[in-house]
């Protein structure tokens, strides 16, 4: 349920239920994890891959048990898509995973966030920082 209501200076704002904000972090963050898998040129069968490859016991596990747990893994993350999850840790922790895996980091991949994401003040803040840090380069650089 959406209630909107208005504050003394006329402004209407939404208020959502802590349910519907709860859904709504998590839609993002599938699109963030989406996004990221395209980013860096991951499906989700190598995503699954690389998780299983990162476990301590996959050097000591059989050809056959490391591809059970690549399968359950697939299966896992196939499912987060068509079955959204109801906690976000699960969407943060592949999302950590791809940012911080070594493949990555070798490519200097970098995940910067778009200013869509930020809301009124925290973009007011960042423009804030682009301006001064702007001002500073050029004033080291002599312009």
Avoid at 127 to 142: D, N, P, Q
Wanted: proline share 2%; net charge negative; hydrophobic share 30%.
């Amino acid at each position: 349920m959406v209630i909107h209501f208005t504050d003394q200076s006329g402004t209407i704002w939404d208020k959502m239920s802590k349910k519907q904000s709860n859904e709504h972090e998590i839609q993002n963050l599938l699109q963030e994890l989406k996004k990221l898998l395209n980013e860096v040129g991951w499906d989700k069968k190598v995503l699954a891959k690389k998780v299983v490859e990162s476990q301590e016991e996959y050097f000591s596990d059989t050809e056959e048990e490391i591809e059970k747990k690549k399968s359950k893994e697939y299966e896992i993350i196939r499912k987060l898509f068509n079955r959204p999850p109801k906690k976000e840790e699960t969407l943060h922790f592949y999302i950590s995973f791809i940012v911080e895996h070594e493949d990555n980091k070798k490519l200097d991949f970098c995940k910067l966030p778009e200013l869509e994401n930020f809301d009124d003040n925290q973009k007011e803040i960042l423009t804030g920082i682009a301006e001064i840090s702007s001002a500073f380069f050029k004033r080291e650089k002599g312009e």
